[in-house]
């Protein structure tokens, strides 16, 4: 392997004056990053401080700020240079919950498992109350002619038109005595049905080839294997899409349900997490403003499911719950940065990152304090074997990505611009490497670009066929969506993300309250420092600069979200 490595290597220095993108690989680097992180890997303890420690780090808390600052003063104690955290305008108040206890009173007595709505008020105290199951009217079938038994999303049956104005007005007048005090569960409990064949959490050698691998472009084999689908999109909506005149979107409906339940002093709000196996995902109050609602939070499936059936059978249900919540001053959130310089081209940077906020109800370990785990041990490696890049790398741990890639979309405009409005630095940009879906393995990397600079990632990545990374494909798309690098996208920078095994990311920990450390396969997290150490190295070590689409060739802004 090694001398067939060399080999190419020297056929590489012979080809360099021809305009052939290919990689310059230093291939005695390599063994040396392995070596590394075999002996002496940090990765599991960078994580433990970022998740057990700081976790979790909601963006605007001052947990998030914590791990942020622990971060730069880690990256500087490693030898990394002008670490700093850079403000960024998030200008909405902080949040955390700092006390949540929920309880059956009668006709059982159980603790039940919820998680709150952040930006949501507390309840002032411990409150009893009894529960009421608002379920508001629904219009006819969305699509009469649809198959009946086919579940719409979210398990809740065959989707349905929304209510009109008036509809919905004479409900919530005829149930305010009852809502008046109420602990109130919004909605029918969702059946969500037990799943015999539950995705693999690996993905094949062969769908990777299919993915990655140029010979297989082609390949008939490959035809249903996911060719080309390298890139991040933008995630789909739940609830009811668009809706005929006169009826009422499910976003409207909830906006007038959270104002009926404040107007009408309901002691607190319950919603169904309606997902299996006590996962919660908790988001925010669509407005931050926590004198928009009542105090919420997110129930387990199945304890909403039995207190609702036990309403249902006429059976009075008593609930207490403490919720104790604490915001802070509206101000500005941090991306922590921190670099190792570069010698010759130090002008020119080659970035990594993930995003280090995360959503509240777990230490969000793989979401994603392990994406900037990783990226921070690739720096470590580098600083370790005291290696001199000819570009600066630089590692940037974003904030505000859950709440739509703020602070990377904030970072990038100041930066570098965009390609219609750049600023002196989008000249020197050589490409940003994301992480962002959980414990797995690297398996393949997607980079906005021409062909020819998927090409340069692929040759980079090819001594990495031992730890499964299939190669690297192009995307064209500047569609924000999915995560931080699709902020560089969009500017028509080379954002460069990495795909992983899911593991157990989709099924079980990406935003639920099981997002922790334990969740995490430190062989495979390591393996992926390793990679992302020779990328970083590699691309900062290229005489040429990464290939960007050209001018005549630069993909058009998305209408919509994405154009700025
Ligand atoms: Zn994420």
């Known amino acids: 392997m090694k001398y067939r490595t060399f080999a190419a290597a020297l056929l590489v220095a012979v080809c360099a004056s021809l305009p052939i993108a290919q990689a310059q690989i230093d291939p005695s680097i390599n063994d040396k990053i392995r070596a590394e992180e075999a002996a002496n890997s940090q990765v599991m303890r960078t994580l433990h401080f970022l998740a057990d420690v700081h976790g979790p780090r909601l963006t605007g808390s001052p947990s998030h700020k914590a ?7 880690t990256m500087t104690g490693w030898g990394m240079v002008n670490g700093k955290l850079e403000p960024w305008d998030w200008n909405k108040p902080g949040w955390a ?8 009173v009668a006709p059982f007595k159980d603790a039940l498992v919820v998680e709150a709505l952040a930006w949501t008020p507390g309840t002032n105290g411990t409150v009893k109350a009894k529960a009421f ?5 629904e ?31 004479a409900y919530l007048a005829s149930v305010a005595d009852k ?68 009826r009422l979107t499910a976003a409207q409906v909830a906006e007038k349900v959270d104002a009926f339940l404040v107007a009408s002093k309901a002691a607190f709000r319950i919603n169904d997490a309606a997902r299996p196996h006590g996962q919660i995902v908790a988001f925010n109050n669509r407005t931050y403003d926590a004198a928009t609602a009542v105090p919420t939070v997110v129930m387990r499936n199945e304890d909403y499911g039995r207190i609702a059936r036990i309403l249902a059978d006429g059976t009075p249900v008593e609930l207490e719950a403490t919720i104790t919540n604490k915001t802070y001053p509206s101000g500005p959130s941090f991306n922590a940065v921190a670099e190792i310089a570069g010698s010759d081209k130090r002008d020119e940077v080659v970035m990594a990152g993930g995003h280090l906020d995360s959503w509240h ?27 001199q890049p000819r570009r600066t790398i630089r590692i940037a741990l974003w904030s505000g990505e859950e709440e739509g890639l703020l602070g990377s979309l904030a970072y990038v405009k100041q930066h570098f611009g965009s390609v219609e409005k750049p600023t002196p630095e989008f000249a020197k940009f050589n490409g940003y490497l994301n992480i962002d879906t959980g414990t797995g393995r690297l398996r393949g990397a997607s980079v906005f670009g021409p062909p020819e600079a998927a090409k340069i990632l692929r040759d ?20 924000t969506g999915g995560t931080d690098s699709t902020s560089f996208n969009n500017a028509g920078l080379p954002g460069i993300g990495f795909s992983q095994d899911s593991i157990e990311y989709n099924s079980h920990t990406h935003h639920t ?19 992302v150490a020779a990328t970083l190295y590699q691309l900062a070590m290229q005489e040429q600069p990464l290939p960007r689409f050209t001018p005549d060739k630069m993909p058009a802004l998305p209408a919509g979200r994405g154009g700025q």
């Open 179 to 246: 809502v008046k005090g109420a602990a109130v569960l919004v909605g029918r409990p969702a059946f969500v049905a037990v799943n015999l064949d539950p995705p693999p959490g690996r993905q094949s050698d062969e769908q990777v080839r299919c993915r990655y691998d140029e010979a297989a472009a082609n390949d008939p084999a490959c035809q249903n294997l996911g060719r080309g689908r390298g890139g991040f999109g933008g995630g789909g909506g739940g609830g009811r899409g668009p809706q005929p005149e006169g």
């Open 67 to 73: 791990a942020a600052e622990w971060a730069v003063k």
């Open 97 to 104: 919950n700092e006390f949540l206890a929920v309880h059956a």
């Open 460 to 479: 980079i990545l090819a001594p990495f066929k031992d730890l499964k990374v299939g190669g690297a494909v192009a995307t064209s798309s500047r569609a």
């Open 513 to 531: 309250n099981l997002d922790t450390y334990e969740r995490v396969i430190e062989t495979d997290v390591r393996d992926a420092a390793v990679v």
């Open 361 to 387: 109800s777990a230490t969000g370990a793989t979401d994603n304090a392990i994406g900037c785990a990783i990226m921070m041990e690739a720096a470590r490696i580098l600083k370790a074997l005291n290696v």
């Open 139 to 169: 219009g006819p079938l969305a699509n009469p002619t649809a198959d009946p038994a086919a579940a719409g999303r979210g398990g809740r049956g065959p989707q349905r038109l929304g209510p009109t104005q008036a509809e919905l007005d």
């Open 133 to 137: 199951n608002l379920v508001t009217p």
